[in-house]
């Protein structure tokens, strides 16, 4: 794989819709429940600009078993998050798609992590971990972002409590060195930067890294953005480069990552629609709908193109003044009375 960010609009959608055009091709033909479901809706099978790529509604995944290899094929299933009683969307890998989805993670966090393992403080409990061939979103999360890091270690005990012995353990060990952090954003605050606050704590990450993602929704019930999230956590933690991202357990690998400037970006393999959300019409930059996420990974099932529940706006393409190319946008949540599904927002007590 090339620089994830060189690719500019002609070239990326010209290579995009020829990939996105096989895996519906494949999918119609190997995934009975997705051929129907294209057919009857009258979708065009073969797309000529990405806006005619045909999706599916993520809502989807909670409701039907989607897979387009043999079952034998399946070395890993992922689910998303829920409460007691939601249905959980179900997304299966097989050994191929899984490869791919690991390498393109790495690729697309390259610019910001380089390309040597660092020390690596995951906020969360290992516990998430339990079963390793069924993944929650959380677990899933853990495992792909834990291929950046070395000697890693597990800040949270199961009962959610920081295990603050081993911590200052780890940070003193470390000092000096970049550290690599990864989480999710709404457990963040809640067990490590609310903790740290109402016990006094000042702990100092150092030249630490924070990479998190999912779980804003309480964190804006709470009247907290990105900029306020950013500047306490380096008021408490020390902690002074983060980077927020987009993703979902639909299409794991696809990440959309801040740049230096806080804009999410879509790399060279994905990309990101803006539609209305009652037409269904496709939006121009700078008007706000739901996002419809394209990626090439998805093989085992056919989750290449979904429209998730999601607001956002894209802000611009090819011209952000970080440097990399591709649409950059930013995400407003879910839409109102949309089923919450997030990492962590449906958390309640305990790992999922």
């Known amino acids: 794989m090339s620089y994830p960010y060189d690719l500019e609009k002609f070239e990326k959608e010209k290579k995009l819709l020829s990939t996105l055009n096989e895996l519906t091709a494949f999918h119609l033909e190997h ?23 045909p999706y599916l509604p993520v809502q989807l995944f909670k409701l039907m078993d989607l897979v387009s290899v043999p079952k034998e094929e399946v070395v890993k299933v992922l689910t998303s998050s829920g409460t ?10 097989d050994k191929e798609t899984s ?20 020390p690596m403080i995951i906020l969360d409990t290992k516990s998430v971990l339990k079963d390793r061939k069924s993944f929650s979103a959380r677990g899933a999360g853990i495992l792909g972002f834990s291929n950046f ?25 470390y000092k000096g060195q970049t550290i690599l952090l990864f989480g999710f954003t709404f457990m ?9 606050v109402s016990s006094g704590l000042q702990l100092d990450f150092g030249d630490s890294i924070l990479i998190h993602g999912g779980g804003w929704k309480k964190l804006k019930d709470e009247a907290v953005d990105s900029i306020t999230f950013n500047r306490l956590l380096k ?22 990552v801040e740049c230096a400037e806080g804009h999410l970006h879509s790399p060279n393999y994905a990309d990101v629609l803006i539609r209305d959300p009652i037409t269904f019409e496709l939006l121009p930059h700078g008007q706000q709908g739901l996002i419809q996420v394209m990626s090439e990974l998805p093989r085992s099932y056919p989750g290449h193109s979904l429209l998730t529940e999601d607001l956002g706006t894209i802000l611009g393409e090819d011209d952000c003044s970080c440097g990399w190319n591709g649409k950059y946008f930013s995400v407003a949540g879910r839409i109102p ?10 958390f309640q007590g305990g790992a999922k």
């Not at 070395?150 to 353990?169: P, Q, V, W």
Request: hydrophobic fraction near 40%; charged fraction near 25%; include cysteine.
């Open 31 to 53: 995934s009975a429940e997705y051929c129907a479901m294209i057919k009857k809706s009258g979708a065009v099978t073969k797309a000529i600009n990405l806006e005619d790529v």
């Open 84 to 93: 007691t009683g939601q249905q959980v969307s179900k997304i299966y890998l």
């Open 99 to 118: 490869i791919h989805q690991t390498k393109s993670l790495v690729e697309i966090m390259k610019p910001i992590l380089g390309g040597k393992r660092l």
């Open 149 to 173: 890091g070395r000697k890693h270690f597990y800040a949270l005990n199961d009962d959610m409590s920081l295990d603050l012995e081993g911590l200052h353990t780890y940070l003193e060990e």
């Open 188 to 196: 963040i605050w809640e067990f490590v930067y609310k903790m740290a």
């Open 235 to 256: 008021e408490q933690l020390g902690i002074g480069r983060v980077h927020n991202y987009y993703g979902m357990v639909e299409q794991v690998g696809s990440i959309f």
């Open 337 to 346: 009375k949309a089923e919450l599904r997030g990492c962590s927002d449906t």
